[in-house]
Nanobody, 117 residues
């Protein structure tokens, strides 16, 4: 059974930092590209950052220079370091795992992040 379990969300003041973690079980982690998406009520889920199986990274323009995605294949875990947080970063953050050949995609349940005074 595949599970992606996020942790590390919470309430933080503007300018603060959080580190999200996503622990994967039931997949050959190193073969998957991993991503963080976020969603707010009434909006589509949007890609925040992704990291390929070869460690290439991609970021949404809104988080470039503030967020860093990384992975530890030995721990089957992907991280999202979020610095200089803004109120507009408030959302539920979801972990995603995807691979081709064979095609497979999995989602975590999400961890909420709230940036407020």
């Amino acid at each position: 059974q595949v599970q992606l379990v996020e942790s590390g969300g919470g309430l933080v003041q503007p300018g603060g930092s959080l580190r999200l973690s996503c622990a994967a079980t039931g997949i050959i982690f190193r073969l998957y590209a991993m991503g963080w998406y976020r969603q707010t009520p009434g909006k589509q889920r949007e890609l925040v950052a992704s990291i390929g199986s070869e460690y290439s990274t991609n970021y949404a323009d809104s988080v470039k220079g503030r967020f860093t995605i990384s992975r530890d294949n030995a721990k089957n875990t992907v991280y999202l370091q979020m610095n200089s947080l803004k109120p507009e970063d408030t959302a539920v953050y979801h972990c995603n795992a995807v691979r081709r050949n064979p095609q497979a995609e999995y989602w975590g349940q999400g961890t909420p992040v709230a940036v407020s005074e």
